[in-house]
């Protein structure tokens, strides 16, 4: 499989694609530096995974996530983060990232590629256990699940939560992107939530 690395430190890009090499079923077909370069990369190579870190100088790996997937809805993307990056984890989660992993834990990270071009979700129990912490930090109180949404908002939260774009439940839902932006603004107020991140980890943790 052909995978692209993208990382602000020319350390971290160097021994990762030296331990990736040398599995025979990897190919590095590219190593960069920056969101920017990330996004156009990943334009001109069309790699089978992109292995990115979340937190870069300039833009995030998230902005370039969201770009690259806006344009291919089908990129396998598998961020590197840190654990302590809450808010970064919740935003990778609904992106439409396929999975996350730890600097760190250097062993896991072949077989993490390899499932996310599969097919598979990289997303283990640490992510789960962070959510509540991330409710509580943000101040969503599960007593707003007593809201009403309707049946339509309720599909829509679904989509959101799973890390479908705007375009992407138009399609599904055989609505208009400016329909589903209304419905997405209107499920906000309805829950008292500020974003899309918020709105994926009220979903995980309460319904």
């Given at each position: 499989?052909?995978?692209?690395?993208?990382?602000?430190?020319?350390?971290?890009?160097?021994?990762?694609?030296?331990?990736?090499?040398?599995?025979?079923?990897?190919?590095?077909?590219?190593?960069?530096?920056?969101?920017?370069?990330?996004?156009?990369?990943?334009?001109?190579?069309?790699?089978?995974?992109?292995?990115?870190?979340?937190?870069?100088?300039?833009?995030?790996?998230?902005?370039?996530?969201?770009?690259?997937?806006?344009?291919?809805?089908?990129?396998?993307?598998?961020?590197?983060?840190?654990?302590?990056?809450?808010?970064?984890?919740?935003?990778?989660?609904?992106?439409?990232?396929?999975?996350?992993?730890?600097?760190?834990?250097?062993?896991?990270?072949?077989?993490?590629?390899?499932?996310?071009?599969?097919?598979?979700?990289?997303?283990?129990?640490?992510?789960?256990a962070r959510i509540p912490a991330l409710i509580n930090?943000?101040?969503?109180?599960?007593?707003?699940?007593?809201?009403?949404?309707?049946?339509?908002?309720?599909?829509?939260?679904?989509?959101?939560a799973n890390g479908l774009s705007n375009k992407e439940?138009?399609?599904?839902?055989?609505?208009?992107?400016?329909?589903?932006?209304?419905?997405?603004?209107?499920?906000?107020?309805?829950?008292?939530?500020?974003?899309?991140?918020?709105?994926?980890?009220?979903?995980?943790?309460?319904?």
């Open positions: 499989m052909r995978v692209l690395i993208i990382d602000d430190d020319k350390l971290v890009v160097e021994s990762l694609k030296t331990i990736l090499e040398a599995d025979g079923d990897i190919e590095i077909v590219g190593t960069g530096y920056s969101a920017d370069e990330a996004i156009e990369l990943y334009d001109s190579l069309k790699p089978d995974v992109l292995l990115m870190d979340i937190r870069m100088k300039g833009k995030t790996g998230i902005d370039a996530a969201k770009t690259i997937i806006e344009k291919d809805s089908s990129a396998k993307i598998l961020f590197l983060t840190t654990f302590s990056d809450d808010e970064y984890i919740a935003q990778a989660f609904i992106t439409g990232a396929k999975g996350y992993i730890i600097k760190q834990d250097f062993e896991s990270i072949n077989s993490a590629i390899k499932a996310v071009f599969l097919g598979q979700r990289v997303f283990g129990d640490e992510i789960i930090s943000n101040g969503i109180k599960p007593e707003r699940l007593k809201t009403h949404l309707t049946e339509k908002e309720m599909e829509i939260v679904v989509h959101v439940i138009s399609e599904k839902m055989f609505l208009g992107e400016g329909t589903v932006r209304n419905y997405i603004s209107t499920i906000l107020e309805k829950l008292d939530l500020r974003d899309r991140t918020q709105l994926a980890i009220f979903y995980y943790k309460n319904l």
